[in-house]
Each structure stands twice: as structure tokens, then as C-alpha cells.
């Protein structure tokens, strides 16, 4: 079993920064793909920011210039820092990995943290 766990989470004024992370732990044998998605309320999950293994990065045309992922392949971390917040970041942020493990590959979700952006 594979388990992410994020961190980092909170509230945070209009135009200010926040660092989220997360640690996958459990049976891995190598993780292709970590990432972050966000859901907002009545609204579906969206794709933020992938970092797959060998150093392709992408990026969602909302976050991209204001955000930034990075990834410890050894420590099987990421995390997304998140700059010139604006209250439409307000949402619960997911980490995601694709993860092989001895069985096969499948994909993994953390439980959320919750990110609010108001003054």
C-alpha cells in the first residue's frame, strides 16, 4: 500500500505565498509522475502542475508564472509553491502519484489541504 500525505495547507491574504508538500510512503518501487490538482467548492478537480520522472514539468495556463513544483525523486517528495494568490486559489489542494510497485502501477491520492486566500 502507498500512502501521500500533504502538508502546508492554510489561509493566506490576497497576493501572499504558501509552500504545500507531500510525502508518498509505503511499497514503492519507483514513482513516473507526482502532481497537484485542486477542487473548489461545486466545482469539478482541476489539474495544476506535473512533474514526471526525467524532468518534464507542465503546468495549467491559471498557475503558470505564480506557481512552481518540485520534486526529491530519493526522498519521494513534491511540492508546489504557490505565489500572488488570488482569492480564486481558495480550494482544496490534492497531491497525486503514479507509483509502481511490485504489483503494478496505479494511481495514488493524498487526502487534501485545504488552501484559503482571503483577506
Known amino acids: 500500500q502507498v500512502q501521500l500525505v500533504e502538508s502546508g495547507g492554510g489561509l493566506v491574504q490576497p497576493g501572499g505565498s504558501l509552500r504545500l508538500s507531500c510525502a508518498a510512503s509505503g511499497s514503492i518501487f519507483s514513482i513516473n509522475v507526482m502532481g497537484w490538482y485542486r477542487q473548489a467548492p461545486g466545482k469539478e478537480r482541476e489539474f495544476l502542475a506535473r512533474?514526471?520522472?526525467?524532468?518534464?514539468?507542465n503546468y495549467a495556463d491559471s498557475v503558470k508564472g505564480r506557481f512552481t513544483i518540485s520534486r526529491d525523486n530519493a526522498k519521494n517528495t513534491v511540492s508546489l509553491q504557490m505565489s500572488s494568490l488570488l482569492p480564486t486559489d481558495t480550494a482544496v489542494y490534492y497531491c497525486n502519484a503514479e507509483v509502481t510497485t511490485l504489483t503494478g502501477r496505479t494511481v495514488y491520492w493524498g487526502q487534501g489541504t485545504q488552501v484559503t486566500v482571503s483577506s
Open positions: 512533474s514526471v520522472r526525467g524532468g518534464i514539468i
